[in-house]
């Protein structure tokens, strides 16, 4: 093991940082949605009511968060491992950055146009620069 580099913590935080902006407009855009169609906050109280009454467009992005706490969950824990075990080129901080622009980018798809095939683009080459990570990740414990 070598010396302890942060490196990878602020590609982890800018995506922590995208997740939680998402967050926000999401229940402002919820918030504001429901104030405009006179609908009761306890209308909404499980996502399957959310659904049904809010705008594509809402769910839209209320799916983009739900999908930034799959794959980047494995992102995050493999940054962790990384850091702990000195996996922390610069390579793999490029990639770690990659791998965050592709993950605000199938973002950006899926709440604006939702174009299925540019988001499995992004998503599919998010997945291959993350796999390449956990395989830098497990050369440096041999």
Excluded at 48 to 64: F, G, K, Q, R, W
Aim: hydrophobic share 60%; net charge neutral; proline share 4%.
């Amino acid at each position: 093991m070598s010396e302890f580099d942060p490196a990878l913590f602020f590609p982890v935080l800018a995506l922590t940082a995208w997740t939680l902006l998402i967050l926000v407009v999401l229940i402002g855009r919820r918030v504001r949605h429901a104030g405009d169609a006179k609908v009761a906050p306890q209308e909404m109280r499980n996502p399957d009511m959310a659904y049904a009454i809010c705008t594509e467009s809402i769910n839209n992005m209320a799916n983009n968060f739900k999908h930034l706490f799959e794959v980047p969950v494995l992102f995050y824990v493999v940054s962790m491992i990384a850091t702990l075990v000195g996996a922390t080129s610069a390579l793999m901080v490029a990639l770690a950055w990659v791998f965050v622009g592709l993950r605000i980018v199938h973002s950006l798809i899926q709440c604006t146009v939702n174009v299925v095939m540019w988001r499995l683009a992004a998503f599919a080459f998010s997945v291959i620069v993350l796999i390449v990570m956990m395989g830098i990740t497990a050369l440096q414990l041999v």
